[in-house]
């Protein structure tokens, strides 16, 4: 359960990759939490991983969040720094699946996926 809150959680924060339609996205968040429960790592690996996480929010969140949230502009330099804080948190948790999941969030955030359409 954690595990599903942080990454909603993140998600929330951060943005990152827009599927086309609702179908495909649930399909896909589905698979790829499902996949990401299995994960069995060892502490270098966590460690790893959420240091790329960290580097990669830093460098993109929040992504593609535009249009999608209420939240306002001003805050997103906050949506950034309570998404490290997050990933960091992991780093004294090690939780290997959270640290997948966190991954896995973090290279959704550069670019590519559909952008917000024009209106």
Avoid at 69 to 94: D, E, H, S
């Amino acid at each position: 359960m954690v595990f599903l809150f942080l990454q909603e959680e993140c998600r929330k924060l951060l943005g990152g990759i827009h599927l086309k339609s609702s179908a495909v996205c649930i399909v896909v968040s589905t698979s790829l939490l499902t996949a990401l429960s299995f994960a069995n790592f060892n502490y270098n690996w966590i460690v790893v991983t959420s240091i790329l996480s960290i580097i990669l929010v830093l460098f993109y969140a929040p992504s593609r969040i535009e249009g999608r949230t209420r939240i306002p502009k001003r805050y997103y330099p906050l949506l950034k720094c309570i998404g490290v804080t997050l990933v960091a948190l992991n780093l004294w948790m090690a939780f290997p699946v959270v640290a997948a999941s966190f991954f896995a969030q973090s290279l959704t955030l550069i670019g590519g996926g559909v952008k917000n359409e024009k209106k």
